[in-house]
């Protein structure tokens, strides 16, 4: 069944981006305030890894917001390290969609659209569920799996008490992830760990909009439900209709914002 959000918001809203409000310029009190969290970047060979795990980390946080632009000359010298090793971390995120090069201006923080979230939440509807009923239908998943579920989802309530966003996002990644962990489909897998960085984005954005309609306990609480049972075709329901819906609450938002 094909979502009517997947084939009409681009048509709506073509051009909309995340907003700008939420996209100031990285000034030098901003990079001297996210460099001192960072630490230093030691070590000569691993100072591009560390560079990179840095500037993925305060993206995905949303301490550098979508849009932003990246200066190289105040990044380069508060994390003391060249401009040509800084050039080739944002190529690498790059590659990740997290950074855009663009001519002249220079590097920037990859802006998100409607159709970013469409493309992710819709995928991820089609790859996790396939994960799940593997899982399921075949005996795969077992008591263990049962547990591994349990417990990222103890890990998810214990974390709703908190007001810390990150660890929320981390809780509701690693009880996804549980659901198709034991498909024994290396391909399938594959997929969805390269579909993580783009799927932790999506969260974070539905954190910053304040789309989910119901907190993560509730709305994750009927697919355990399910994969207690062992019923692989509820299991299957229940998670594309919470990936599809949560998908469609966070683009909803967006149109809402951009007409402000």
């Not at 990179?52 to 010298?77: C, F, H, N, V, Y």
């Not at 989802?153 to 549980?178: G, L, P, Q, R």
């Amino acid at each position: 069944m094909a979502p009517s959000f997947l084939l009409t918001w681009l048509d709506l809203v073509p051009n909309l981006v995340y907003r700008e409000a939420m996209t100031p310029a990285l000034n030098a009190e901003t990079v001297s305030t996210l460099a001192q969290s960072a630490g230093a970047l030691t070590g000569e060979p691993t100072q591009l890894a560390q560079a990179t795990q840095w500037l993925r980390e305060a993206i995905l946080r949303g301490d550098i917001r979508p849009g932003a632009p990246l200066p190289e000359i105040p990044l380069s010298k508060q994390l003391a390290i060249s401009r040509g090793t800084l050039r080739e971390a944002f190529r690498i995120l790059g590659k990740e969609s997290l950074v855009e090069i663009v001519p002249v201006r220079g590097a920037r923080v990859a802006a998100l659209s409607p159709r970013d979230v469409r493309e992710v939440f819709s995928l991820r509807a089609h790859l996790e569920c396939f994960g799940i009923r593997l899982s399921l239908s075949t005996g795969r998943f077992g008591a263990e799996g049962v547990i591994a579920a349990e417990q990222a989802f103890e890990n998810m309530v214990a974390c709703a008490k908190s007001d810390d966003v990150a660890a929320s996002i981390e809780t509701d990644m690693a009880f996804h992830w549980a659901l198709s962990a034991r498909c024994n489909h290396r391909l399938l897998l594959d997929q969805l760990a390269g579909l993580q960085t783009r799927t932790r984005q999506m969260i974070f954005l539905t954190k910053s909009y304040r789309s989910d309609t119901v907190d993560d306990v509730e709305s994750h609480l009927p697919i355990l439900q399910a994969v207690r049972a062992r019923d692989a075709v509820q299991a299957e329901t229940c998670l594309h209709r919470h990936i599809i819906q949560t998908g469609e609450n966070l683009l909803l938002r967006m149109a809402e914002d951009a007409l402000r």
